[in-house]
């Protein structure tokens, strides 16, 4: 019973043809007395290279190969960043323009075949490489405009003549604002102040060190190859099926270490518990992808995995009783607990589309109509069985500019109001088919993409039971997450939904889905107004305090006027782990957590 789960020999078997190093296919089983976490994914990744993926599966799975500079601490909370491989915090200018860091020594890459046999030292170049890869137009990275949005001098412009001259990206030339002093310091220089930058090189799983052999060895083939400083490395990746991670026997002497809060007992008790431990505590990682809820639940209650992150609304009753975890499952040894998650979920119009999208009063009253139609508390209670919050701004929980009192015209659900919107701007029924036309009376037909999972098709006839009600037709395109994230990328969708998890405390990084320099990447609604963007530009710029805070509420109410994205809920995290799991604690911002919790069977 449960989710699929591969056949090992007929993994020895197949390995040669999935583009594998033979090497890999000989740690197939974990040896005898291994430590192995064991967890499912939701969604297929799409790669492990940094610099072209940005979906949260493969984002998770990087950011235990690579390692940026710094890291959040694990048990911190409010969050707080700590080095991880610079030797110690940054020199920073008054102005937040120049900063500089060191990285530690003694630190390798993981041994691969594209180092000739030879120990790999990490070096401040390496970063330098890294980020320089995000400005590669060849590489199309879906977070060049985020990176761009630093404003690194000289790396756009280094872009742009590989744009216009048609070559090749020229790693080797130095740029002003991203240079390698020496071998161990790093200095990058910024157009503008940037006082959160720190947040920028705390991200392992986009920004974490990349040897340029590695690159060069591999070509067009490094999503398959990631090597880096980590904990982990990959042993065995099956598409959209299964992957194992082992522990990196090159890694470095570190131990558990943290902060937490002097009043916080849980991780007071974690830190008493695994202060000195080295890490990572265990062996292996296997992630199987099981897309559907039945058998992803149903894998974890036969212990196939060993920790479900997300119990699936579907099997929430089954799960937790009130607010404690279910009596027969106190009795099996589960633990877990329910948290409000730094996320929302939300659906988005292409802007660029003719009949969704635009600027003009009659496109966005169609929005705002739809918007005002959706029935969220009852998508929240049928199908995602309560397990939300409805959105009231575009700010994910958690983050500097979310506020739980908030109140706004993005959380309304008001049909009449819809209706009456929709016939004062001519959207009307005049052929009396029941089906309402657009203001020149031609056929208003909405074409929405749903993924291909019980989910999503429940969330399609939610969807279609609100729009029916405003009289607007709806049709469904059905596809795969990774191919329609690669349409909705290069504007090929008239609708779609998503989820957005918040990567740092900062609300910013929420706003970059309105900023019109990151089309294709963050912003997939492809929304451009330049009071956004200079909007985005000046809370970029400006220290914490209340006139920061209010140029977020002003961000949030032009995110309700123009209406690109309808935010609809942050959800409402179980997770359920067995006996053998220890230390697990929800990260809310950051992906990495594998190597911090033990095993013991």
């Given at each position: 019973m449960g989710g699929p789960r591969t056949d090992r020999r007929h993994w020895l078997q197949t390995a040669a043809g999935l583009a594998l190093a033979p090497a890999w296919a000989a740690r197939a089983q974990a040896a005898p007395g291994e430590k192995v976490l064991r967890i499912a994914f939701a969604n297929a990744e799409t790669g492990f290279d940094p610099t072209q993926v940005n979906d949260i599966y493969s984002r998770g799975v990087t950011s235990h190969i690579f390692e940026a500079l710094y890291a959040f601490d694990h048990l911190a909370r409010p969050a707080r960043i700590k080095p991880l491989t610079a030797a110690g915090m940054p020199e920073v200018s008054d102005d937040f323009r120049t900063w500089t860091f060191r990285v530690r020594p003694g630190i390798f890459f993981a041994d691969d075949p594209a180092f000739g046999g030879r120990r790999r030292e990490l070096v401040a170049e390496d970063y330098v490489f890294a980020i320089k890869r995000y400005a590669d137009p060849k590489l199309k990275s879906?977070?060049?405009?985020?990176?761009?949005?630093?404003?690194?001098?000289?790396?756009?412009?280094?872009?742009?003549?590989a744009i216009d001259g048609k070559r090749p990206f020229d790693y080797d030339t130095p740029i002003e604002g991203l240079r390698a002093l020496d071998r161990s310091t790093l200095q990058i220089r910024l157009r503008e102040p940037r006082p959160r930058f720190l947040d920028f090189l705390a991200a392992s799983d986009l920004y974490?060190?990349?040897?340029?052999?590695?690159?060069?060895?591999?070509g067009d083939t490094v999503t398959e190859h990631p090597v880096g400083t980590g904990p982990f490395m990959l042993a065995q990746w099956r598409r959209a099926s299964r992957i194992v991670l082992v522990r990196n026997p090159q890694y470095r002497e570190r131990v558990y270490d943290a902060e937490p809060a002097a009043a916080d007992a849980e991780g007071q008790a974690l830190l008493a518990r695994f202060k000195g431990r080295r890490l990572p505590m265990v062996d292996r990682v296997e992630i199987d992808i099981v897309e559907e809820a039945q058998p992803r639940w149903l894998a974890f209650l036969n212990g196939e995995h060993d920790l479900i992150d997300r119990v699936p609304a579907e099997f929430i009753s089954q799960a937790v009783v009130g607010s404690e975890l279910a009596p027969h499952l106190r009795k099996r040894g589960l633990q877990g607990r329910r948290t409000l998650s730094a996320d929302y979920f939300a659906t988005f119009f292409n802007m660029?589309?003719?009949?969704?999208g635009g600027y003009s009063p009659d496109k966005v009253a169609l929005r705002r109509a739809i918007a005002l139609g959706m029935d969220i508390e009852r998508e929240i209670r049928i199908v995602h069985r309560g397990q939300g919050l409805a959105c009231q701004s575009p700010y994910c929980p958690h983050s500097t500019a979310w506020r739980p009192d908030y109140k706004s015209e993005m959380g309304d659900f008001d049909p009449a109001r819809a209706q009456a919107l929709l016939d004062l701007y001519g959207y009307v029924d005049r052929d009396g088919d029941g089906w309402r036309e657009q203001p020149d009376g031609s056929p208003l037909r909405m074409v929405w993409s749903i993924e291909s999972n019980q989910r999503a098709r429940q969330i399609s006839e939610q969807y279609l039971r609100d729009m029916t009600r405003l009289g607007l037709r709806l049709e469904f395109k059905v596809g795969k997450w990774p191919e329609l994230v690669k349409a909705a990328r290069a504007g090929q969708f008239q609708v779609w939904h998503?989820?957005?998890?918040?990567?740092t405390p900062d609300s910013l990084g929420q706003l970059t889905r309105y900023d019109s320099r990151q089309l294709g990447s963050q912003n997939f609604a492809r929304f451009k107004r330049p009071e956004m963007d200079a909007l985005f530009d000046r809370l970029a710029r400006q220290p914490d305090g209340p006139e920061r805070l209010a140029g977020f509420a002003e961000a949030a109410r032009i995110a309700a006027v123009w209406m690109p994205y309808r935010v609809r809920f942050h959800t409402f995290q179980t997770w359920l782990a067995h006996r053998p799991v220890i230390g697990y604690r929800p990260p809310p911002f950051w992906q990495e957590w594998w190597h911090m919790v033990d095993v013991v069977r």
């Open positions: 879906p977070l060049w405009g985020y990176t761009d949005s630093y404003g690194l001098l000289g790396l756009a412009e280094a872009r742009q003549r974490g060190a990349v040897a340029r052999e590695v690159v060069e060895h591999y660029e589309d003719p009949l969704v998503i989820g957005n998890q918040a990567a």
